[in-house]
């Protein structure tokens, strides 16, 4: 699910997050953690749940990935990276 790497880097202004990155460790603020959510919504046309809207409940880029991918099965997974 590269598009998630896209939209984090995009999010950040970098180029360098990976799946193991620690999101906490990017010192997102809440507005920018929440466009990022809206951005991956919009993307893959799944609805975050209102608990999972908290970044600490991501430790890294594929816990989010993980995450995206059991709001709706059918998005097939990128696995070359994970």
Do not use: H, P, Q
């Not at 991956?40 to 991501?58: H, M, P, Q, S, W």
């Not at 890294?60 to 990128?78: A, E, H, Q």
């Amino acid at each position: 699910m590269d598009n998630i790497l896209e939209l984090l880097n995009t999010a950040c202004g970098t180029d360098n997050i990976s799946y193991d990155t620690n999101l906490v460790n990017l010192n997102m603020d809440s507005i920018t953690f929440i466009k990022l959510i809206i951005a991956i919504e919009t993307e893959f046309n799944v609805e975050f749940n209102d608990d999972a809207l908290l970044i600490e409940k991501y430790e890294t880029v594929k816990d989010m990935n993980d995450y995206v991918l059991s709001l709706d099965n059918t998005i097939l997974r990128d696995t070359e990276d994970l």
